[in-house]
């Protein structure tokens, strides 16, 4: 397949791409169809990830004719931080694909693709895999390997900010709620880190440790 790392907002059509490669053999040899694993980071419903997970399974049965097993699971952990135990999600996968292993993995956001590489050689031994939906920042060019493909997004929130004040010129101060999880810990200090140049022109307020109806409260005043 061959290392490719691709930077598109054309993230559906690219999934389509990347997987006939990896799946050509598989599908040729008649036996079975193809097994494709589609590992979700937070759940098969979290937006806006599910939106793309739904298109991609229909570009791939339509692709392949419906000629093709596609089994999903998610890893329910993924909020919990650095010191999460993966050994149940991982005894989990091993007892789903103890008879037949899939032909292609597919992870959908950066905290899949980090448990797919950190239990790669335990769970997938060669299978090729392809990381999609996951932000630049979190691929580590070293970690692939030559049957990885990545698809990669770039979240800016600078370019959020700039759309707000195109419409809200008179905007003095932005609210920013993200979450307190560890992962949602990293992407707070991410946007408060990238957000700093506006600093005295606008108010932040970070709300993102209060409670919901704190938050409703501290939005309302």
Not at 171 to 192: D, L, M
Request: proline content about 6%; some cysteine.
């Amino acid at each position: 397949m061959g290392m490719w790392i691709l930077c598109s907002r054309h993230l559906l059509a690219a999934l389509g791409l990347a997987l006939m490669g990896a799946l050509a053999a598989a599908a040729e040899s008649g036996e079975r169809p193809p097994r494709v694993l589609l590992l979700h980071s937070f759940g098969q419903e979290f937006q806006p990830y599910s939106d793309a997970a739904s298109r991609f399974r229909q570009e791939l049965n339509q692709r392949l004719d419906g000629k093709v097993d596609v089994f999903e699971s998610a890893l329910q952990t993924a909020r919990s931080g650095p010191g999460r135990n993966d050994a149940p999600f991982v005894d989990y996968l091993m007892a789903l694909t103890a008879e037949a292993g899939p032909d292609l993995v597919v992870t959908i956001g950066g905290p899949a693709m980090q448990f797919a590489q950190r239990h790669r050689e335990q769970l997938f031994p060669g299978v090729p895999m392809l990381f999609a939906a996951v932000d630049i920042r979190l691929l580590e060019p070293e970690r692939l390997t030559d049957s990885d493909g990545t698809v990669t997004i770039r979240t800016d929130p600078s370019l959020l900010l700039e759309n707000i004040l195109q419409v809200l010129p008179d905007t003095q101060h932005v609210a920013v709620v993200i979450g307190a999880s560890p992962h949602e810990r990293y992407w707070a200090e991410e946007v408060r880190r990238e957000l700093q140049p506006y600093e005295g022109r606008i108010d932040f307020s970070w709300l993102g440790d209060l409670d919901f109806d704190q938050m409703k409260a501290e939005v309302a005043r």
